[in-house]
């Protein structure tokens, strides 16, 4: 068997504004999707993707991202597991960002920030 690649690049609008929370441990964690219009497609649906960043990345992301703000995102993809309220064990594919670039206006302040 060979060795696996893990990286995915991704541009998108952010769908909502984003919420700064905390792990057991302290560590800042931002979460947020965003939506990905296919460009040859016009007529297609966008897709949806859940971005996860840590650190100082997240803080960052909290602070000037916001609904509708497009970003780049660079990063690996993995499966997040969870229980939901009813009892059944939920799964969805993930992007752990490594490189969050705010794209946009002059006055967005484009910034990268990297892990």
Do not use: Y
């Not at 990063?75 to 939920?90: I, K, N, P, Y």
Request: proline share 3%; with cysteine; aromatic share 6%.
């Amino acid at each position: 068997m060979s060795n696996g690649f893990n990286k995915v690049v991704l541009m998108g609008n952010v769908t909502k504004d984003l919420e700064l929370k905390s792990t057991n441990a302290g560590t800042p964690v931002c979460s947020f999707d965003i939506a990905i219009n296919d460009s040859f497609h016009k007529d297609a649906s966008p897709t949806f993707v859940r971005i996860v960043t840590f650190k100082n990345q997240a803080e960052s992301c909290a602070r000037f991202l916001k609904k509708g703000k497009p970003v780049m995102v660079e990063g690996r993809m993995q499966t997040s597991t969870w229980v939901d309220q009813a009892g059944v064990q939920q799964k969805r594919p993930e992007i752990v960002a490594r490189v969050v670039k705010f794209l946009g206006t002059r006055e967005d302040q484009s910034t990268v920030m990297s892990v």
